[in-house]
């Protein structure tokens, strides 16, 4: 059974760092893997998306790595500012691909 | 291209009385998810489509039906409310193998007194 894990659960940094958050998945044959941002009170929205034969994938002051054969994936966000503050999601196919398993989240806090 | 969309927003039902959520997608995505969220909980997943006609449970399905007639909507069904079922509850879609991105819709807020 996929597991999905991220550390730390909560970050709280000064407006201006650098910070990566991390994502660990307990079985590497995954398709791809998702980012996503919660904002208090509201849905997901999908950051990146990076395929299994990727190892990169940049948005902005967004990138993601994917380290499959470790299981590992990292969020990096450069240049943190307060409306970066949300919970922020991994998510990878698991279930023979038909469901998703998310998860646990960190929630960040960038203090101006 | 209105991605995936809910309805209602917010809603208030009694202990005992049924309702209906309402999702749809227009981007012709074969996978469609529930997922509820309790207060500072993570997602669970209630049920699940990969197509038209094809559902499955998910981990917490009890309370709940669903259906899927077409490709675009994934209505849930709530029979016989319980406190238990406060939460808010998304739906979201995503696409075959490839490029296969999830999509979120906006969430329906229920509160059961």
């Known amino acids: 059974k996929q597991e999905v894990t991220q550390i730390p659960a909560a970050l709280s940094v000064p407006e201006g760092e650098n910070l990566v958050l991390n994502c660990s998945f307990t079985?590497?044959?995954?398709?791809?893997l998702q980012w996503f941002r919660q904002d208090p009170g509201k849905g997901l929205t999908s950051l990146l998306l990076i395929q299994s034969s990727q190892r990169e994938q940049t948005s902005g002051r967004l990138n993601a790595s994917l380290d499959k054969s470790s299981g590992r994936s990292t969020l990096y966000i450069a240049a943190s500012q307060p409306g970066d503050s949300a919970t922020y999601l991994c998510a990878v196919p698991s279930g023979g691909y038909q469901k998703v398993t998310f998860g646990t989240g960190t929630k960040l806090q960038v203090i101006p | 291209n209105a991605g995936v969309t809910q309805t209602p927003k917010f809603r208030i039902l009694k202990i005992g009385q049924s309702m209906t959520l309402q999702c749809a997608q227009d981007?012709?995505?074969?996978?469609m998810y529930w997922y509820r969220q309790d207060p500072g909980m993570g997602l669970k997943l209630i049920y699940y489509?990969?197509?038209?006609?094809?559902?499955d449970k998910g981990e917490v399905p009890n309370g709940y039906n669903v259906s899927r007639s077409t490709t675009e909507y994934f209505p849930l069904r709530l029979e016989l409310a319980a406190p238990s079922q406060t939460s808010v509850y998304f739906c979201?879609?995503?696409?075959?193998?490839?490029?296969?991105?999830?999509?979120f819709g906006p969430g329906t807020r229920l509160t059961v007194l």
């Open positions: 981007m012709n995505h074969n996978y």
């Open positions: 979201a879609s995503r696409g075959l193998a490839g490029i296969n991105e999830q999509f």
């Open positions: 489509s990969v197509g038209a006609g094809i559902t």
């Open positions: 079985d590497s044959a995954i398709y791809n």
